[in-house]
T-cell receptor, first 110, second 117 residues
Framework: GEDVEQSLFLSVREGDSSVINCTYT??????LYWYKQEPGAGLQLLTY?????DMKQDQRLTVLLNKKDKHLSLRIADTQTGDSAIYFC??????????FGAGTTVTVRA | GAVVSQHPSWVICKSGTSVKIECRSL??????MFWYRQFPKQSLMLMAT?????????EQGVEKDKFLINHASLTLSTLTVTSAHPEDSSFYIC?????????????FGEGSRLTVL
């Protein structure tokens, strides 16, 4: 959706860290999500962060939230070939509706 | 974890026919489900909110007579694309809202790819 913006492409070498950035406009956002979509498949929830948090870490994933700048990022440590996918950030609007960014296609090269 | 199943996962139909896509919550009850549409290499756009036992709420610009939604039970919502045309070809994804007390969690189906010839 136009309320959430992401860069469209990211190429990263295997073993390096990936950082995917997202900006949103809704200052009243409560939860922000990261989803992964592999080719021809549905969405897999990777992680989420509550708006009163600055950071959340879950194994190889680190989410950083700058609420002042309305900026969200997802860092994937030690990126693997299986991490190649499209990553969507999403903003929780009212009534559990999600507003998605356009998705960042991550390509992991050997 | 909770599972949401969509059927069919892919379907090809002739222009002018109607196609029904099912979204089932397999191990929880979902009074609310959401239908999204995804064009190639684009984001997911919310089409409508499906509420069990009541009429669906459609987002602006979505034709309710074109995309019929029925949420007849707590575990099943269906999306029927009526008189399908090639421009309706898309990837349709549903999500189901699972509630535990005051906390809700969204679970996505694996999507249904519709190709209209």
């Amino acid at each position: 959706g136009e309320d959430v913006e992401q860069s469209l492409f990211l190429s990263v070498r295997e073993g390096d860290s990936s950082v995917i950035n997202c900006t949103y406009t809704d200052s009243s956002s409560t939860y922000l999500y990261w989803y992964k979509q592999e080719p021809g498949a549905g969405l897999q929830l990777l992680t989420y962060i509550f708006s009163n948090m600055d950071m959340k870490q879950d194994q190889r994933l680190t989410v950083l939230l700058n609420k002042k700048d309305k900026h969200l990022s997802l860092r994937i440590a030690d990126t693997q070939t299986g991490d190649s996918a499209i990553y969507f950030c999403a903003d929780l609007m009212g009534d559990y509706k999600l507003s998605f960014g356009a998705g960042t296609t991550v390509t992991v090269r050997a | 974890g909770a599972v949401v199943s969509q059927h069919p996962s892919w379907v090809i139909c002739k222009s002018g026919t109607s196609v029904k896509i099912e979204c089932r919550s397999l191990d929880f009850q979902a009074t609310t489900m959401f239908w999204y549409r995804q064009f190639p290499k684009q984001s997911l756009m919310l089409m409508a909110t499906s509420n069990e036992g009541s009429k669906a709420t459609y987002e602006q610009g979505v034709e309710k007579d074109k995309f019929l939604i029925n949420h007849a039970s707590l575990t099943l919502s269906t999306l029927t694309v009526t008189s399908a045309h090639p421009e309706d070809s898309s990837f349709y994804i549903c999500s189901a809202l699972g509630l535990a007390g005051d906390t809700g969690e969204l679970f996505f189906g694996e999507g249904s790819r519709l190709t209209v010839l």
